[in-house]
């Protein structure tokens, strides 16, 4: 009787502890899910879909369902990418597709006949309100690149959001007015947060945490309503680093000051390789 209920117990257990981490775990890839249909707009069943993520070269494989469905997780986030889908009876060839961090891309498509001349379409997604984001924000690309930063920190990119204030200090960074110690950063779904509550820019250390080039995309949440978040009642940063590709690259700066500059004027060359 004694061993019957350890064993419940520690089930109970196990169960517990494997949807605590599940809950806690953050997003720190993108997904693609749609359906698809034959040339005369039947249901198209064991239909292989290849998506292809151009810079890196990696291969992800697919196949459609029953009712014409498919669905991939764990892409990376970024683009561009390129879907092959091949029926029984036709093919699809969708061009320049970008993936956002932590949500799902939505491709429904008919099949072109085999006879036909190929044609190549590219796809977009239109920006549909989802409540259970709120003020969310997705800040990537040129957005990066292009957007002034005198620190090289985070939180120049983040106060794009209307919802961000930085303070008067260049230091704290409120979210939807919100104490700073209140929001939360991840960097590749790993909290980097001030766990003391001794730094005012909400960092476990005095600086950015991460290399600003490193940066590959960031997510701005503002009080999200999905279950899977918590640990904060502010805001939610989402950090993606980059990762690898087939070609070399890679980016350098120079910061100089001088005394004879008026009020200590720096200049900041950055080249991207």
């Given at each position: 009787?004694?061993t ?18 599940s ?18 707009g039947?249901v198209s069943?064991?239909a292989?879909v ?7 070269g ?14 991939s997780k ?13 029926g029984?009876?036709?093919?699809s ?14 491709l429904?498509?008919?099949l ?13 997604s239109?920006?549909?309100f989802d ?9 990537s ?15 120049d990119i983040?106060?794009?959001?209307p ?8 230091n ?6 919100s104490n ?5 950063l ?12 001794l730094?005012?820019n909400?960092y476990?250390t005095?600086r ?9 995309q ?8 999905t279950?899977?978040?918590?640990g ?5 940063i989402?950090v ?9 690259h890679?980016s ?22």
């Amino acid at each position: 009787m004694k061993t019957h209920s350890i064993s419940r117990i520690a089930g109970a257990l196990i169960v517990a502890l494997g949807l605590s981490t599940s809950v806690m775990a953050d997003d720190t890839s993108s997904s693609i899910r749609g359906s698809i249909l034959t040339p005369k707009g039947d249901v198209s069943a064991n239909a292989k879909v290849e998506i292809l993520h151009e810079p890196s070269g990696t291969r992800t494989m697919a196949t459609t369902n029953e009712s014409g469905a498919f669905s991939s997780k764990g892409l990376r986030v970024g683009g561009p990418y390129t879907i092959k889908i091949t029926g029984k009876n036709g093919f699809s060839i969708h061009h320049d597709i970008y993936l956002t961090l932590g949500d799902t891309f939505r491709l429904s498509t008919q099949l072109e006949p085999m006879e036909d001349i190929e044609r190549i379409s590219v796809t977009g997604s239109s920006a549909l309100f989802d409540p259970s984001k709120g003020s969310s924000s997705t800040f990537s690309g040129d957005a990066l690149t292009k957007s002034s930063s005198f620190n090289r920190d985070l939180k120049d990119i983040v106060k794009q959001n209307p919802l961000a204030v930085v303070g008067n200090d260049g230091n704290t960074l409120s979210l939807a007015g919100s104490n700073p110690r209140y929001n939360s950063l991840s960097v590749d779904g790993v909290n980097l947060n001030d766990d003391f509550g001794l730094a005012g820019n909400g960092y476990p250390t005095e600086r950015s945490p991460i290399s600003f080039d490193s940066i590959d995309q960031i997510s701005v949440a503002i009080a999200p309503f999905t279950a899977k978040e918590g640990g904060f009642s502010g805001g939610k940063i989402s950090v993606v680093t980059k990762s690898g590709t087939n070609e070399f690259h890679g980016s350098m700066f120079i910061e100089q000051a001088k005394d004879s500059w008026p009020v200590h004027q720096k200049i900041l060359i950055l080249v991207m390789i």
